[in-house]
Structure formats: C-alpha cells, structure tokens
C-alpha cells in the first residue's frame, strides 16, 4: 500500500525542491549574463585580461578569467578614486586648484617622454589628471591624511583596500592592490552615483575623465602603469564608453617587458576590442 506523505514533511520536500529550482535559475542567470566572446586574437605574445559590462543587458564578456580575478597595484587608475577623496574632504576645491611643483622633491629624473615632459610644471587637478602627474596627486594624499583615506577607501570597498603603505605611495608598487573586475564594479557604482559622495564631486571627476567625445560615442578613463614584482611592467586602462543609448564599462590589464612596451598598447588594444565588439563606433 502507497503511504500518504505527512503534512510536515511534504512542506519540507516542497521548499527543499523550490530551493532546488531557484539555484538552478540562478545558475541558468548567471549563465546568461556572462556573453561568450573569443578575444584571444587581440593578446597574442601578451599577457593581460580584459573585462567589459554591458549596463542594458546586464551582461558581462571576459577574456582570460582567472586574471579578471587577480589583484595588481592600482598605479595611476587610482588617481579616479584619489580625485574623488581629494574633492569630497574639501582638500581640493575644484578642478582647478594648483599644487605647485616642488623641484628639490621631485626631481625631474628622466622626464623625457610622455607622460613625464609636462610634469615639470605647476598643475591643477584638472591637467594632473590629463597628464597623471604623480606627485601631485602624491602631495594630495598626504593632505588627505591616512585615516580620512582609508575612511574613503573602505567606504568605496575599493579593492583589497589595504593603505598601510606609504600614505603618498601606497597604490603604486605599495600595499593597494584590485582585480579587473573589480575595477569595473567600482567604475559602475561612480557611474550610477552609488558611492558615499556628493553628486558635486562625481560629476567633477566625470568631467575629468573624458578622453574622446564625438557625436557617436564619449570615451572616459584612465590609464595607470608600472612595474610589477616579476620586474616586467604592468599597464591598465579602465573607464567606460557612451553610445547608442548605452553605457559600457571596461578594465584591461597587460604586462610588458617595460613602460614603453605597454604605454600606448595598453589604450590600443582596448580600442581594438571595443571597435570589434561594435561598442566603440568609427567617425
């Protein structure tokens, strides 16, 4: 004879199968949230990762996964957050206040190709920015003070957030360190205004990061670089590109046998991929 299921344990079996179902969807979503793209073709001899998001589709492609995952000193992409810090505590009251340049600190020892020739100069947040002049943003950071970044740091839940490097050097061979996803997890949330700062200040380091605008499309980033501790040289670019009525956001990281090798491949090769996908449209 068939037994009847008690009441107690067919609830049971029904929530456990209705949990069942709903990994299932979400696996099923996460699936479909990840675009299946070969970029292979654009890092050939080179060593990188590559991570987009498409903002409508809510729909993320990633080349080289296990790399989108792993943390590398920000360099100068976290000139974005210091930027933030630096307008939000009030050390910085707009784009255009000065730090003058100070020789005996910051000598300029082979300053001889770009960005570095326009370092020797006084500069503004706006042209420090442009032309990622280190030092200012080095003098920054110390106006800043360690506990009000780490503050902010923790509050942007940027990276690893780990400052308890030098407070004017800690994001560059230093203690900060974030993964390619992460950088693109914290551009969407400056984007949609969800970062602990007033719009004021967001809509400034907007401005700033604007590199290309066309009727087409408005391309917005910064590029960061150095050496990492395998000597070879590290390069990022991180930001995000306006068109068509969407936004998508981007975070590439390569290495290079020195600066030079990565300086200028590090904006071509994201480009590159942006045009394939049909996100960054020809004049």
Same mark, same amino acid.
Not at 23 to 40: F, H, I, K, M, V
Not at 135 to 153: N, Q, T
């Given at each position: 004879?068939?037994? +009847?299921?008690?009441? %107690?344990?067919?609830? $049971?079996? @029904?929530?456990?199968?209705?949990? *069942?179902?709903?990994? *299932?969807?979400?696996?099923?979503?996460? /699936? *479909?949230?990840? *675009?299946?793209?070969?970029?292979?073709?654009?890092?050939?001899?080179?060593?990188?990762?590559? !991570?987009?998001?498409?903002? +409508?589709?809510?729909?993320?492609?990633?080349?080289?996964?296990?790399?989108?995952?792993?943390?590398?000193?920000?360099?100068? &992409?976290?000139?974005?957050?210091?930027?933030?810090?630096?307008?939000?505590?009030?050390?910085?009251?707009?784009?255009?206040?000065?730090?003058?340049?100070?020789?005996q600190k910051y000598?300029?020892?082979?300053?001889?190709?770009? %960005?570095?020739? =326009?370092?020797?100069?006084? =500069?503004?947040?706006?042209?420090?920015?442009?032309?990622? $002049?280190?030092?200012?943003?080095?003098? @920054?950071?110390?106006? !800043?003070?360690?506990?009000?970044?780490?503050?902010?740091?923790d509050s942007f839940?940027?990276?690893?957030?780990?400052?308890?490097? /030098?407070?004017?050097?800690?994001?560059?061979?230093?203690?900060?360190?974030?993964?390619?996803?992460?950088?693109?997890?914290?551009?969407?949330?400056?984007?949609?205004?969800?970062?602990? $700062?007033? +719009?004021?200040?967001?809509?400034? $380091? +907007?401005?700033?990061?604007?590199?290309?605008? &066309? %009727?087409?499309? &408005? @391309?917005?980033?910064?590029?960061?670089?150095?050496?990492?501790?395998?000597?070879?040289?590290?390069?990022?670019?991180?930001?995000?590109?306006?068109?068509?009525?969407?936004?998508?956001?981007?975070?590439?990281?390569?290495?290079?046998?020195?600066?030079? /090798?990565?300086?200028?491949?590090?904006?071509?090769?994201?480009?590159?991929?942006?045009?394939?996908?049909?996100?960054?449209?020809?004049?």
């Open positions: 004879m068939q037994r +009847k299921l008690t009441t %107690p344990l067919f609830i $049971v079996l @029904l929530v456990v199968s209705g949990a *069942a179902c709903t990994r *299932a969807q979400n696996l099923n979503a996460s /699936a *479909a949230r990840t *675009a299946d793209e070969d970029l292979s073709r654009f890092f050939k001899n080179t060593e990188g990762a590559f !991570v987009l998001y498409d903002m +409508k589709r809510d729909r993320y492609l990633r080349y080289n996964e296990a790399r989108c995952r792993v943390r590398f000193n920000p360099k100068s &992409t976290y000139k974005i957050p210091n930027s933030l810090i630096g307008l939000e505590s009030g050390v910085i009251a707009d784009l255009n206040f000065v730090i003058p340049w100070d020789r000598p300029p020892d082979d300053w001889t190709t770009e %960005p570095f020739i =326009h370092w020797k100069q006084d =500069h503004t947040l706006r042209t420090a920015f442009q032309h990622s $002049v280190v030092w200012y943003y080095r003098e @920054l950071a110390k106006r !800043v003070g360690p506990e009000r970044m780490k503050r902010y740091v839940d940027y990276g690893n957030r780990d400052i308890s490097g /030098a407070i004017d050097q800690f994001w560059l061979n230093n203690t900060l360190k974030i993964s390619a996803n992460e950088q693109v997890e914290f551009l969407k949330k400056l984007y949609t205004y969800r970062l602990p $700062v007033s +719009k004021r200040s967001i809509d400034l $380091v +907007k401005e700033i990061m604007v590199r290309e605008r &066309t %009727p087409l499309y &408005t @391309l917005s980033g910064k590029t960061g670089g150095g050496s990492i501790e395998n000597r070879n040289a590290l390069g990022w670019f991180v930001g995000y590109v306006e068109t068509g009525g969407n936004t998508y956001f981007f975070a590439t990281n390569i290495e290079g046998e020195n600066y030079l /090798a990565i300086r200028d491949k590090r904006i071509e090769l994201t480009k590159q991929i942006l045009s394939h996908l049909g996100h960054l449209p020809t004049r």
